[in-house]
């Protein structure tokens, strides 16, 4: 069995997710993590107290192997590694809401220190594309950008939403790395430099990413799922009550392969094979976990995976030797074997039982069984249920049997549509009957699989047969067909072209949405239930086609996966949303509002801390002198200077939020306009829109938004 | 000192009941013992082991389920005659598989233990005990409260009988007349003798994890040693003693529900003491120390749940070594799984003509689908140090997914130990449907074990439903039901403090004796179903969460309740008008309401509401004194008060992680309270309940105690 060869009390606490090792003088590795009050801590056991006490750096009072790094900020996230193309040793890179800081720690200097308005969720160091020289690449509120050891920024794109994770891999296989960003909006997205190559979504917020091995990686969620994608397929994945605090990819059980290692909330570490996510070591913190790393440590020229708990407690392990035979864990293989084997053969013969005693026949008398006649099948049927006045508009699944069984309960899994992972329905004992409607109502305009299982027996059954079915629900299943001619026609629209037959597209509207007839014709419009008004789309003859629609993001999503659909690698599209850009119009303006603002309260703020050191230094003054009454005079004045400091506060941070809610609201304008075309005119928008932004000019801005390119 | 053991697995039977698995005596010096073990499906099976292989002696035809086995004999020679119950027979077996014994005990309900010596038979069935010599009735008892087991002291001319009754009691016999009683801490499970050669002193476990020793004297008990359960495992299910450690003194071997195996040494003290624990995945039904793998090494067999027989043995593994990188095995392991192997393909094929021939049936109009019951094993009982229901349930083969249905207001826990992933729906507690908690539990592969906690609130009461579904084709789920009483929160106790003040409800009308104790049972959890015999009874429970009491005496056409809690009292004239009413019996009830009983029940919370609300208090200070000690680098300026605080942190969070909501709930009880008191007044305070939330939040008895004799 596999036990860990170091064991280390930091006793400092290790904020989960920021963690990492670094060798700062070129040799030695240290580990670093950010703590409470906006610090960092360096652990360097190697080179014990040849520190200066200097600038942020100071020594640790109760453990000499620790300095101390003070940030004075809430530190977000934080990665180590060579930046610079001529330092010797790697760079501290420390990020917060606001800014991000380039940390030379052997010299004690700061590298660079820029001010990022939105923010840094996650940090990656390395090699992007083509690009010739290391990028640090933060990801923030819907905004990616990448800085290199100069603090210039060469990198600069959009997601859809938060970002929570980033990884550098190459995904495609052609010797240059993409990145790879996980966002809120649960989807992982691949860039090829600023171009979006490919988005697989998921369920929940992607909060960790890692390289495995060549354009293999492991992901983790919010709800407690982790897995392993190779390209764009999932290869397997795993759900778990507790949450994954942090992967990595570290060859355990030195069988050249690397295995995912997951440090779980509640203590747990596991290595899990990356084929079949088959758990081949766990061990047990007493704390959640805060990070997973690799390093030399002992400097013994092997590599340790090193795991930290958020209270400080850190173990190295070294791959197994090779007499463990890659069995790391306190059991024999043969008996698991055997076991399993005997586990089987029990599973058969209890299902061999069933048959026999089914094949013999019951006597009716025995009613708890829960006999049913042998050809009882349940009907499931989709529809589409407008909003009533006692319901909200869903969509109904109704199940029932054929006969005089009843549905004793309808449990349904699946991902993405209910609060948790299921839906329960269970009548009372008097409502029972042979018929089921379960109201569905999809937050997000996704295709879904429902999972159904439905009991079926007698009224006074205590045993019941659980019938199995998958029904897959449509991507836009909440659109209604029959339409309220009274409702006004909507005032967006976007026109774009194909080269494909309009049977297609009428192919494609019946897979996607939910026709109780089905349809022949591609002009059809919806009512959307989700209160979005009328939804209209018609083709010419030309193969041009129109959406009419106010939701621009509605929009996007059909144009994006009817261009999957038909295979459309390119297309651009002219697009008006008159009610949208209106909005936008407002946040810009907003923006540059809080902006004034938040320069301002900065002056203010400089004023008042010169206020207080005066009035500091006069107070101490009469302290000195004994004049207690101007002293107390002082003070109550200190008091409540600092008083209105903590209002300003709270107005400035408010002020921030709501900077930083239309920051998000405006990259999202982009990705929104971007989302409206496929392929090359996607990312001439998203650049083109970029620039606008960046020279302030407003009316580009939107006139890139509609037509797709800056000049016309 | 420890002791080391390794786990081998022997064979799989099909799933067993409690105490269904003895050693037969070795036959020479340090020979390998045969082992004899009955399952569910009436099946008992012999075997021994040889060349690391099973190899039966002997196997019985399936019949009806096989509730216990016991070994006996004529006295004086070896005990190696087997013998089964099932239903309300016994047989008994030789060695060698040859029944010589069949005995109809004539009982209407089937025999649940069983005790054999020499030609002495003693069987119990829930209430009642039978003593049978040479298959001649002796002697009858007819229990207070169902029976869990039984066992038998015996010397050359006197047998003592002595049961273990689910009413927190062991009680002693004498041929048909109950000499005395002997309270124990939970209700005992298991009983076995601690000297198998005689003596009088008696092993007990129960089913709350505690294990202790009487002496059974002529005319009264003592206990010698008792072992509680602090780590909250499981309940105990079997025990036996044997010199495991091999230092001369027998060692006390225990297996609980919850797949803990223990091994219980002496130390020279005398006072048992941990000296190995392992866990299995699944319920230890039976356990017994002796040799069975290889000679000359002493082992622990057990049996569980789903039938497996483990034996945890001295014998150390072999290391498995070898040239090449293939993990070598060894020969006799490489024909188990070929033999294996080969079995399953050729059930494979069985099964699947099987599932073809199902699914034919499936097209015609006239069969039935009816797939036999499966077996689950559960229990729902109360914990009595935090105050919640724990729910455990477990299946034969794995669970695939469970769920729980509650038609009243019930939180569920978490447990640490359930790795399945839990998931709430939205549920619409109004009519038509009713449902207050609809949760589904998807359990991961090989879950055959599922534990939960519930905390319900009394007063409220109603059904929790588990639907259980196994991974196993054709898929069926089963339903289970566990009752959630209104004074769910009441545990039974052997007697009260008198010196309290009470209040008393008193119900006077025209009903039997047994119309008032089924009203009882409803309200009150552990007592009997059955009317007990007499004229009049009386029980006594206490809170478990406030420590308050109830005594509980009636008899035909009367019914008395003291309880020192307003609350309770309140509750219970909720509960039994209504129930009354339902039978259109007219009721005459009257109150005695003491008010000193409420500031007394207010003291008794005083010090639980002032230590949890210290602890709150503390448990927020942590996380700003640690940054406040980064900050300064050490913790030296603070006052030795917090300094105190930092040093305990991380006792101070387990200990509140470990009751989460306590304060809340300590608070619902104290509302409660303060509108029952002024309920019996005919007041209704309940806008008033703000303020005295008020008062809560700036906790001081004094003024709360104003408060309550103000209002």
Redesign the interface.
């Known amino acids: 069995m596999l036990v860990p060869i170091f064991t280390l009390k930091l006793n400092?606490?290790i904020n989960p997710r920021m963690v990492t090792v670094g060798k700062f003088d070129g040799v030695h590795p240290c580990l670093t993590a950010a703590?409470?009050?906006g610090?960092v801590f360096i652990h360097n056991p190697h080179a014990r107290g040849q520190r200066p006490v200097a600038h942020r750096l100071s020594q640790?009072?109760?453990d000499s192997d620790i300095s101390?790094l003070n940030i004075n900020q809430a530190v977000t996230c934080l990665t180590a590694g060579t930046l610079g193309p001529n330092t010797t040793g790697d760079t501290l890179l420390v990020g917060s809401q606001t800014n991000l800081l380039a940390y030379d720690v052997h010299d004690n200097a700061d590298i660079f220190y820029r001010e990022v308005t939105d923010g840094a969720n996650a940090i990656v160091l390395g090699h992007l594309g083509d690009k010739p020289s290391p990028l640090a690449i933060i990801g923030g509120n819907c905004a990616l950008q990448g800085f290199d050891h100069a603090g210039n920024d060469h990198f600069w794109t959009v997601t859809g939403d938060n970002v929570r994770s980033l990884v550098l891999c190459d995904f495609t296989g052609d010797g240059k790395n993409e990145l790879l960003v996980g966002s809120e909006d649960f989807d992982i997205r691949v860039f090829k430099e600023d171009e979006l190559v490919y988005e697989m979504s998921e369920n929940e917020t992607v909060t960790s990413l890692c390289h495995m091995h060549d354009s293999r990686f492991g992901y983790a969620l919010a709800n407690?799922t982790v897995g392993v994608y190779d390209r764009s397929a999932r290869y397997w994945r795993i759900?778990?009550?507790n949450h994954a605090m942090s992967i990595h990819a570290f060859d355990l059980n030195a069988d050249g392969v690397v295995e995912l290692i997951t440090g779980w909330s509640?203590g747990k570490i596991d290595a899990r094979s990356d084929r079949t996510g088959e758990v081949i070591f766990k061990d047990n913190f007493s704390s959640s976990v805060a990070g997973v790393v690799e390093g030399d440590y002992r400097l013994d020229g092997q590599i340790q995976l090193i795991c930290a708990s958020t209270e400080g407690e850190v173990r190295g392990y070294l791959p197994a030797s090779?007499?463990l035979?890659g069995?790391l864990m306190d059991s024999?293989?043969?008996?698991d074997?055997?076991?399993e084997?005997?586990?089987?053969?029990?599973?058969?013969?209890?299902?061999?039982?069933?048959?026999?005693?089914?094949?013999k026949?019951?006597s009716e008398t025995n009613s708890?069984?829960?006999?049913?006649?042998?050809?009882?099948?349940l009907q499931t049927a989709l529809s589409v249920r407008p909003a009533t006045e006692a319901q909200k508009a869903h969509v109904e699944l109704s199940i029932s049997t054929p006969n005089e069984t009843i549905i004793?309960?309808v449990?349904i899994?699946a991902e993405g549509i209910?609060?948790?992972?299921?839906?329960?329905?269970?009548?009372?004992a008097?409502?029972l009957s042979g018929c089921v409607r379960v109201p569905i109502v999809p937050p997000k305009d996704i295709p879904v699989d429902l999972h159904i299982?439905a009991?079926v027996g007698g009224k006074t059954s205590?045993?019941?047969?659980?019938?199995?079915i998958t029904r897959q629900l449509p991507r836009f299943s909440m659109y209604d067909i029959t339409v309220d001619s009274s409702a006004a026609p909507p005032t967006g629209r976007v026109t774009f072209s194909i080269n494909d037959r309009p049977q297609r597209v009428v192919m494609w509207l019946n897979q996607n949405f939910l026709l109780p007839e089905g349809v022949d014709s591609p002009d059809i419009t919806f009512n959307s239930l989700r209160g979005g008004g009328l939804l209209s789309i018609s083709m010419a003859s030309n193969g041009q086609i129109t959406l009419r629609t106010d939701d621009i993001d509605l929009a996007g999503d059909l144009i994006q996966s009817l261009a999957s659909f038909l295979a459309i690698e390119e297309l651009s599209a002219e697009a008006d949303f008159p009610g949208y850009f209106e909005e936008l119009h407002t946040t810009l303006t907003e923006v540059d509002e809080f902006h004034s603002v938040h320069q301002k309260l900065t002056a203010a703020m400089a004023d008042h801390s010169n206020y207080i050191r005066n009035m500091l230094v006069q107070a101490e003054d009469a302290r000195l002198m004994g004049e207690m009454t101007t002293m107390k005079k002082r003070y109550r004045e200190l008091y409540d200077l600092n008083r209105d400091l903590v209002n300003e506060y709270k107005i400035r941070s408010n002020n921030h939020n709501a900077l930083l809610a239309c920051l998000k609201s405006v990259n999202q304008a982009i990705q929104r306009a971007g989302r409206l075309r496929v392929g090359k005119p996607k990312n001439q928008v998203i650049s083109a829109c970029r620039d606008a932004i960046k020279s302030n000019n407003i009316n580009a801005l939107f006139r890139i938004m509609k037509a797709g390119t800056a000049s016309s | 000192m420890e002791i080391h053991l390794n786990r081998v697995d022997y064979i799989q039977v099909g799933v067993t009941s409690q105490k269904t698995m003895r050693l037969l005596p070795a036959l020479g010096k340090k020979a390998t013992q045969k082992v004899a073990v009955a399952d569910h499906d009436g099946i008992l099976t012999c075997f021994g082991m040889k060349k690391g292989e099973a190899v039966p002696v002997f196997k019985t035809l399936p019949g009806q389920k096989i509730a216990r086995l016991d070994l006996g004999g004529a006295a004086g020679t070896p005990q190696e005659k087997i013998f089964v119950c099932s239903g309300s027979h016994v047989r008994g077996f030789t060695k060698k598989g040859k029944q010589f014994l069949t005995f109809e005990a004539n009982l209407t309900e089937s025999i649940n233990a069983m005790h054999v010596s020499g030609s002495d038979l003693f069987v119990c069935a829930s209430y009642i005990f039978n003593h049978y010599c040479d298959c001649k009735d002796q002697h009858y008892y007819l229990s207070g409260d169902k029976i869990n087991d039984i066992s038998c002291l015996s010397s050359e001319n006197l047998s003592r009988p002595v049961l273990a009754c689910q009413d927190r009691v062991l009680r002693v016999l004498q041929g048909s007349e109950l000499v005395y009683d002997i309270e124990v801490p939970g209700p005992p499970s298991v009983l076995e003798l601690y000297n198998k050669d005689g003596g009088e002193d008696v092993l007990y476990g129960t089913t709350d994890g505690k294990i202790g020793l009487v002496q059974i004297g002529e005319s009264a008990a003592a206990t010698k040693w008792e072992i509680d359960n602090d780590k909250k495992k499981g309940g105990i299910l079997c025990i036996d003693t044997y010199d495991i450690m091999g230092d001369g003194v027998n060692d006390i071997l225990v297996g609980r529900d919850d797949g803990t195996v223990e091994v219980f040494g002496f130390d020279s003290s005398s006072e048992p003491t941990l000296r190995f624990e392992h866990v299995l995945s699944e319920s230890v039904t039976s356990i017994q120390g002796g040799c069975v793998g290889k000679e000359s090494y002493d082992e622990v067999l057990t049996a569980t749940y789903t039938g497996w027989v483990t034996g945890l043995t001295t014998e150390p593994q072999k290391a498995e070594a070898g040239p090449g990188d293939e993990v070598r095995m060894s020969k006799e392991i490489q024909s188990k799984v070929e033999a294996l192997r080969a079995e399953l393909e050729q059930l494979q094929v069985k099964v699947l003509q099987g599932r073809e021939q199902y699914q034919q049936t499936s097209q015609s109009s006239t069969a039935v689908s009816a797939v036999p019951v499966f077996s689950i094993n559960d229990k729902f009982t109360l914990c009595q140090d935090d105050a919640s229901y724990s729910l455990t349930l477990e299946v034969q083969t794995a669970i695939d997914n469970l769920l729980l249905q509650s038609d009243v207001p019930i939180d569920l826990l978490d447990v640490d130990k359930n790795s399945a992933v839990v998931s709430f729906s939205e549920c619409d507690s109004e009519q038509p449907n009713g449902n207050f908690l609809l949760a589904t539990y998807r359990c991961q592969a090989n879950t055959t074990r599922l534990e939960l906690k519930v905390r319900s609130i009394e007063g409220q009461y109603g059904t929790l439903q588990a639907y259980v579904t196994p991974r196993l084709q054709p898929k069926t789920c089963q339903v289970r039901q566990y009752q959630i009483k209104p004074l769910s929160l009441h545990q039974r106790t052997h007697s009260i403090e008198q010196e309290r003040p009470m209040n008393r409800l008193s119900l006077v009308g025209q009903f039997s004796f047994a119309e008032i104790h089924s009203w009882v049972v409803f309200c009150l959890p552990e007592v009997p179903e059955k009317t007990p015999a007499g004229e009049s009874i009386a029980f006594y429970f206490h809170n478990t969460f406030l420590g308050t009491q109830l005594e509980a005496t009636y008899c035909k056409g009367e019914g008395h309740f003291k309880s020192d809690n307003i609350s309770t009292i309140s509750i219970l004239n909720d509960v039994l008008s209504k129930e009354a009413t339902k039978r259109k019996i007219n009721l005459n009830i009257s109150y005695d309401i003491n008010d000193d009983s409420v500031s007394h029940t207010l003291k008794m919370i005083h010090p639980k509401l002032q230590y949890q609300l210290l602890l709150a208090r503390k448990v927020q200070l942590i996380d700003a004194l640690k940054e406040l000690q980064v900050h300064e680098g050490n913790a030296d300026f603070l006052i030795a008060e917090y300094r105190n605080i930092l040093d305990e942190s991380a006792n101070l969070l387990e200990e509140y992680k470990k009751q989460p909501a306590h304060l809340e709930r300590l608070y619902g009880m104290i509302t409660d309270l303060f509108i029952d008191k002024f309920k019996f007044k005919g007041q209704n305070v309940k806008t008033k309940v703000s303020s005295l939330l008020e008062i809560l939040d700036n906790y001081d008895l004094n003024s709360l105690l104003d408060f309550f004799n103000e209002a």
Not at chain 1, 332 to 335: G, T
Not at chain 1, 418 to 428: A, I, M, Q, Y
């Open positions: 400092h606490k703590t409470q009050a610090k640790s009072a109760q101390l407690g759900k778990s009550k509640n090779k007499d035979k069995n024999s293989a043969e008996q074997l055997i076991r084997l005997s586990q089987r053969r029990q599973n058969l013969l209890l299902e061999l039982r069933n048959y026999e005693e089914n094949a026949g019951v708890g069984v829960g006999v049913i006649p042998a050809n009882t099948q004793r309960a449990l899994f209910f609060e948790g992972e299921s839906h329960v329905v269970h009548p009372s008097q409502n299982k009991f205590t045993q019941f047969h659980v019938f199995e």
